[in-house]
């Protein structure tokens, strides 16, 4: 309980000073107009209110992952509390500020065009492509989710017409002007997240719930024996880093009115993120009395369960009652709900950047949404573990270019470029070497696939720090030729 307590009040003090730090490496400024008035249009450049934009943020990055994310992550043992911790000061909350941040600078511009604008043009049309993809993969794997949660609720209406159901939600919140039906609807889905979290939180002291302390040991408990790197860090994704609120935070950096909000906005829904993770990962592992209780309950579940929801169902019943868990499970709902939607919103919004299409009149949303649907729909065909497992590995790997493309950026501008350059060389360890290891991967050897990750990483940080060496050799000529 004490690791538990000590590590919400970290994340708090994280947001207050190191958050304030990486403001400062920035250089927030309020003189600079943002696109939200500048270019409003009434659909998607929306100027709105600090705390409203922070409301839908929150909303859009608080997915599945960090409530099923951390509970399939404890399983790894307290090294998960770490990680949440330090993964979302240090990384996820730093990612999230400077590519939003980035966003407002370059006029509301998606991810792939911020990351083309400092990575160059053949890394832009290749993010362009993957992040299309993984944003539609998020779609169907926040269709099939919720789906699951819903009919756990409510079993007399089957998971197909509650995929349909959310289906047409998220069709209606990619079409209609943002603030006609997310503006609307989210802050009735906020209150059921935050009284999800609330109520979970205090139960957990309520409960006295026996969770692991740090100092009793951080050892791989993983009943599998997978390794913790770079299992673990790709387990619990969007409660510690995430590349997929990245793609969300242009959405936001269009609404946004002065550049000083952005903390609170783009760090504090990520730190806000944090907590519900640590508040999940902590729930898990004490609701059945301990890690390995945990893990034999799961291991009895049938293969096809979707085994977090389950874990999730049980938890709210038992320790908030049948209204309590009756709303704490919406709670549950709304976090895939409102990253579901603003998935496919975004996608949208990417490809019409990228073909330069006027997104106001309706039917040009429709030409470009239309496929995206169908994608999406063909997707919900495959199995959910197989789409959360590459969901993951995308999500994350996404994260490693948006924090390279941010390094390059405050190199470019003489700021302190180790705030995203470390977290950019350690995910992309973690990926390359995920993607070597994993089962869905090559199934290459240990070893082998943590080689892979380190040379990978060695290569990126060489190529930076070449590019750094040849723009001062530049620069130099420069101040040279302007004395002569």
Known sequence: MIS???????????????????????????DIKTPAITNPDGVDYVPMSWWRIFLIQFLNIAGLGPIFGAIMGIMYGPSAFLWIVFGSIFGGAVHDYISGMLSIRQKGASLPEIIGSQLGVGVKQFVRVFTVVLLI???AVFVS???????????????????????????????????????????????????????ILFAIYYNSAPIPEIWNGIANQEPKHLPIFPMMFISIACGAISGFHA??????????????????????????????????????????GSIQGLQ?????????????????????????????????????????LTS???????????????????????????????????????????????????????????????????????RKEKRNYFITLLPAMFMTCVCATYIMYAPEGFSLPYWVSVAIGITLTITFLSVFAFKEKAERLMAEKIRVRSKE
Request: charged share 10%; aromatic share 16%; hydrophobic share 55%.
């Open 4 to 30: 538990f307590t000590v590590a919400i009040i970290l994340l708090v003090l994280g947001y207050i000073f190191y958050g304030a730090f990486v403001e400062k490496v920035f250089g927030a400024n309020n």
């Open 137 to 139: 993969l998020v779609g």
């Open 145 to 199: 989710g919720p789906a699951g949660i819903l009919n756990s609720i409510i079993p007399n209406i089957s998971i197909l017409w509650w995929a349909v159901i959310v289906f047409i939600y998220y069709a209606l919140a990619t079409l209609l002007p943002i603030d006609k039906l997310i503006g609307r609807f989210y802050p009735i889905f906020g209150f059921c997240l935050l009284f999800m979290a609330a109520g």
């Open 247 to 288: 793609t969300q935070s242009p959405l936001m950096a269009r609404c946004v009115k002065n550049e000083k909000t952005g903390r609170r906005i783009f760090y504090g829904a990520m730190i806000a993120e944090g907590i519900i993770a640590l508040i999940w990962a902590a729930a898990g592992s004490s609701f059945y």
């Open 296 to 336: 034999e309950y799961v291991a009895t579940l049938p293969p096809t369960a979707n085994k977090a929801a389950i874990v999730v169902k049980a938890i709210s019943d038992n320790w908030l009652g049948v209204v309590g868990g009756f709303i704490a499970m919406l709670g549950v709902v709304a976090a895939p």
């Open 340 to 410: 579901g939607d603003t998935a496919l919103r975004s996608a949208r919004l990417t490809i019409a950047d990228f073909l330069k299409f006027d997104q106001k009149p309706i039917k040009n949303r429709l030409v470009i949404s239309l496929p995206i649907f169908v994608a999406t729909f063909i997707l919900l065909q495959i199995n959910f573990d197989i789409l959360w497992r590459y969901f993951a590995w995308g999500n994350q790997t996404l994260s490693v270019f948006t924090l390279w493309a941010c390094s390059v950026y405050l």
